[in-house]
């Protein structure tokens, strides 16, 4: 009796995944029949499955073949997404290898290097999907920088700006000091950490009376502009319209009142940084404070830390509070946990920064989407316990911080023609920005020579939000066969991680 043949599976499954290639199964055009539509979630084009895409993955070719099976006419579109912060860090790393920095380049030679990155790495993960098994529609393999797909990016932030959904604005933001970039709210991750609170001495001027002010943070004192007391603290009457010194760089500001300072927190007096600390920002607008910006955007200190210029925020951090004590100004120091700030991407310490950025209003935006799912449940979550989660989020939206300073993806189609900070306009093309610039300006003889476009780049969730309708080119063709027949699409597997930053803007767009 001969041994029965040992089950081969790269043998057999390449076989008959060549098969099904070869005659072309997993193939979807428009036809009588009713369709049935999944988009992948794009993996970021320098990624690797992870058990956590293998699983997806998997559960995304169950559903498809059983709608194959039961009829239905299955598109399964799959793509990948540029991920700009995670892929320009890769590009800048690698350069750094080679000797060369991202400051030498100019925007054309970096985009260079990142697409010969993105050619070299780009298809490794649909590769690996092929693999598993996948039954995708692979004609219709999208990547978010494809041509179509950046003009559509363009096209709807034109619409939403000459719409004023879009506006440029003087704002705090989250800074990302390693990938030297903004972040919107949804990109932080808050992490309990255990540091420090540090109570240190502030001199009022012309006495040799000391208030006693607690920080987490005693390097952001050299930007500093005012002390803070609550008008109703007994404590404190007799400070009121005095000054007090800044320790070490022994700047005077002013103590100011103001009902928000919490009486019941370390001593009741507050220290104000208005260029970093949100709160403090609202305060120092209220009260017409100075704005200090201490840091460089890599979150060494700038001129302002004095001799600690250059420094990194964390060295500067233990060395000053070292010189604080050495000149007794460091009343004391206690263990203190706290909530910071992190990147998701990065996982570098968030830094609050005053910048001038592009935001999307989302108050008006959010209502449709808090519509399908809360009220009328066109769109159901699975399980159902993330509506809750989803409502927290749609309820306390606040406007989305789009631009990123990055060259890795779609650039901000607006153009400057001079200095002022209002002396802009936006448009899909150069050509078209320039016939707007000469109307807004009233010089006929600027050309496009004269017109800057913004460094800035979109952010991928800005493009990524758009991907069931861009892959069938819905919003260049907003009326196009295929956009009518696959879109809405049925079914969408994803992470709840991504529930906010994907699913519910895509709603959105929607």
Not at 184 to 206: A, C, M, N, P, T
Request: charged fraction near 25%; include cysteine; aromatic fraction near 12%.
């Amino acid at each position: 009796m001969t041994e029965p043949k040992k089950y081969n599976p790269t043998e057999l499954e390449e076989k008959w995944y060549a098969y099904w290639l070869a005659h072309n199964y997993f193939h979807s055009t428009p036809n009588e029949r009713t369709p049935y539509t999944i988009v992948i979630p794009p993996p970021n084009v320098t990624g690797v499955l992870h058990m956590g895409h293998m699983l997806n993955n998997t559960i995304q070719d169950v559903l498809i073949r059983r709608a194959r099976l039961k009829g239905f006419n299955a598109c399964w579109v799959p793509g990948t997404d540029h991920a700009s912060i995670a892929t320009e860090a890769k590009v800048v790393a690698k350069l750094k290898e080679q000797g060369i920095k991202k400051s030498d380049l100019t925007r054309e030679e970096f985009l260079v290097h990142a697409w010969e990155w993105t050619h070299q790495y780009g298809g490794v993960i649909l590769e690996q999907l092929k693999k598993l098994g996948c039954s995708c529609d692979w004609e219709r393999t999208k990547f978010t920088m494809d041509e179509e797909l950046s003009a559509s990016v363009i096209k709807v932030f034109v619409d939403l700006y000459n719409k004023g959904q879009i506006y440029r604005g003087h704002r705090m933001v989250n800074w990302d000091p390693e990938a030297k970039t903004t972040l919107s709210d949804e990109e932080v991750i808050y992490e309990e950490r255990q540091g420090f609170l540090y109570h240190l001495k502030y001199q009022i001027e012309e006495t040799n009376e000391y208030l006693i002010i607690a920080t987490t943070r005693p390097e952001t004192i050299f930007g500093d502009t005012a002390i803070c007391i609550n008008p109703n603290d007994e404590r404190w009457q007799h400070l009121k319209g005095k000054k007090a010194i800044v320790p070490i760089c022994n700047r005077v500001i002013p103590i100011i009142e103001d009902e928000y300072v919490d009486m019941e927190f370390g001593t009741g007096c507050l220290k104000v940084t208005p260029a970093h600390d949100p709160n403090d920002k609202v305060l120092g607008d209220k009260h017409q404070l100075e704005v200090i910006d201490i840091f460089n955007d890599d979150a060494t200190l700038n001129h302002y830390g004095l001799h600690y210029a250059g420094k990194d925020r964390f060295v500067v951090r233990k060395e000053i509070v070292t010189e604080l004590e050495e000149k007794n100004l460091l009343a004391k120091k206690e263990t203190y946990t706290n909530k910071v700030g992190t990147s998701e991407r990065t996982k570098a310490v968030i830094e609050p920064r005053l910048s001038d950025q592009w935001f999307l209003k989302m108050d008006t935006l959010i209502q449709p989407a808090i519509k399908a799912v809360l009220e009328d449940e066109s769109i159901k979550l699975y399980p159902k316990k993330f509506e809750n989660t989803y409502r927290h989020w749609v309820e306390n939206v606040r406007d989305w911080n789009i631009s990123r300073q990055l060259w890795w993806g779609q650039q901000i189609p607006a153009y400057y023609y001079g200095e002022g900070k209002d002396q802009f306009v936006v448009a899909e093309t150069k050509a078209e920005a320039l016939v707007l610039a000469k109307e807004k300006s009233g010089n006929a003889q600027l050309t496009e020579a004269d017109l800057r476009q913004d460094e800035d780049a979109l952010d991928t969730w800005f493009s990524s939000w758009l991907w069931p309708m861009s892959v069938f080119n819905g919003i260049l063709e907003p009326n196009n066969p295929e956009i009518e027949y696959y879109y809405p699409t049925n079914d969408l597997v994803t992470g709840p991680d991504i529930l906010f930053f994907w699913v519910t803007r895509m709603i959105v767009a929607g």
